[in-house]
């Protein structure tokens, strides 16, 4: 006779019999139909909220045109994934076995699924940087340039730029013996700021500047670029400019190329300038775009911090305070970069001019700032490097005195000069060219 409790201990599974059974097909085929009603709760779930979304705008939490036409894309994907998916849920629920790969490759496509959907959504909020052809085009290492054969308004502005990349018409690299070839060196104020070509300084200089040998004509080379600072100024010259021969080198100096560059993030600022943006290898995703914009948010300076900011590398601390150790750091850059850029003119035996542009505050007579000025800091740098220098601010207030006008009518803004500024500058221009004997012999 046999124990009762031996025949129940061996009547029970073995492990490796428990083992089988939990990896049978029916089991396989069970997994596989719970992870495809998972995916097809998330995905419902989604579409659900992004149909709210949608609804909301109609109720006042607008979304702009970008946003609209997002959400309406990611919806549509989220709702062809839910139709995918219930599909394959409804053949799943037919089968009672299957394979042990398929419910783990289901396993392995839900984060995946979640992820995508993620990065899907984030995509409504954050647009990405597309690249438009404008006036400005990246340079590798000066940050921004004139966009070769460029043509349309730029502030509501006509600007064409040439094939070369510089404002005006074409010139050619080769230059004829009849030709004198005069080239502009600066930022705005010699690009010309807001005003069409045929008023800027370039077309005076055309029209009243004329060769000392009749058999030549005068050939203006713009090679300024809005916005630049002497660092950029020298590498444009070393690599765009001397390939045109000059005969003379006018370089327009304006007060902010002291402090301007201070404002660029490569300097320690919060900006790119004019650097316009460049998509990014990830740019077509959603989440890091998200992160990127998280990112700017973070280190985006407050209100308080932007105007402190903006004063430090202003004009007027320029003018009320020129011993501040910034404003000190600030000419000491400046002049490293016209030295280097007074030295590759002198390698070709070219000669360099240094034009100083006042400020309105400066021609305004309720003004008044302490010595010395940026003109007289400048005037002694020219002059102990023998470099032909001309300060039109005593020009300029000659002028407004002698004629009765206003200082604001030759100006635009606080920098810039209207049509009729660039008709005093570009006379007064070519005086000092000719008594200089600078417009050839």
Known sequence: MTDSRLDTTTAQP????????????????????????????????ACLLLLLRLELAQWGFLLDRYERAALRRVLILHAAAFGVVGVALARVRAIRKCPALWPKIALGA??????VSCDRIATIHHPPVRYEPRLFAH?????????PGWSGLDLGTP???????????????????????????????????????EV??????????????????????????????????????????????????????????????????????????????RP?????????????????ELLRPSKKQLRQWQYSISIRRLLA?????KVRDGWDMA??????CIAAARERSIPFVIVCAPVLSQLVPESAFPAPSPQNVLRDFAEKRGVPYLDLLPMLDEHIRATGIEPWDLYIDEIHFSPDGYVVVADTLCRFLRDHDLLGN
């Not at 839900?110 to 992820?115: H, Q, S």
């Not at 090679?223 to 660092?231: E, L």
């Not at 990014?280 to 700017?296: Q, V």
Request: charged share 25%; hydrophobic share 40%; with cysteine.
């Open 14 to 45: 073995r492990p490796h019999q428990r083992s089988a059974a939990a990896d049978s097909p029916q089991r396989h085929a069970r997994r596989l139909r719970a992870c495809l009603g998972a995916m097809a709760i998330l995905l419902a779930v």
């Open 110 to 115: 839900m984060p995946l699924l979640v992820a």
């Open 139 to 147: 340079h590798p290492r000066r940050g921004w340039t004139l966009n």
């Open 159 to 197: 600007v064409e730029v040439n094939r070369q990349g510089f404002r005006g018409p074409e010139v050619p690299l080769q230059k004829s013996e009849h030709e004198y070839r005069l080239m502009l060196l600066g930022d705005s104020i010699a690009f010309g700021f807001r005003l069409p070509d």
């Open 200 to 277: 800027a300084l370039a077309a005076n200089l055309r029209r009243g500047c004329l060769p000392a040998d009749p058999r030549k004509r005068l050939t203006i080379v713009n090679a300024s670029v809005r916005a630049y600072s002497p660092w950029q100024e020298y590498d444009l010259l070393v690599h765009d400019g001397l390939p045109y021969n000059p005969d003379v080198i006018v370089h327009v100096f304006c007060l902010n190329d002291v402090l301007e560059k201070f404002e660029l993030i490569r300097f320690g600022g919060w900006t790119l300038g004019q650097e316009p943006p």
């Open 280 to 296: 990014a290898p990830l740019e077509w995703s959603g989440l890091y775009r998200l992160t990127r914009d998280w990112r700017h």
């Open 321 to 325: 305070k020129p011993d501040a150790a």
């Open 335 to 340: 002049f490293e970069y016209l030295d280097k």
